[in-house]
C-alpha cells in the first residue's frame, strides 16, 4: 500500500497520483506554488482518489474559491 510523507496508508493503486498528491500537499503546508496543479495531476492519474479531489477543495477554499471547491 502506498503512504504519503507521514507514513500513512493512501487510498490510491497509482504511484503516480501518490507522488502529486504528497508533491501538492508539500506545497500546500510550504505555501510554495504549485498545490493545485498537482492536486489536478493526482486526480488525472487516478479520479476516485478522494483524498486529492480532498485536498484540492479545501486549497481551493482557502483561497475563497468556493465555487470551484464545491465543483
Do not use: N, Q
Amino acid at each position: 500500500m502506498l503512504k504519503d510523507r507521514y507514513d500513512l496508508p493512501l487510498s490510491t493503486a497509482s504511484a503516480a497520483a501518490a507522488d502529486a498528491y504528497v508533491a501538492g500537499c508539500e506545497a500546500k503546508l510550504t505555501m510554495y506554488p504549485g498545490a493545485l496543479e498537482a492536486f489536478d495531476r493526482a486526480i488525472a492519474e487516478d479520479t476516485g482518489f478522494a483524498l486529492a479531489h480532498c485536498a484540492k477543495a479545501h486549497l481551493l477554499l482557502e483561497r475563497g474559491e468556493a465555487a470551484g471547491a464545491r465543483a
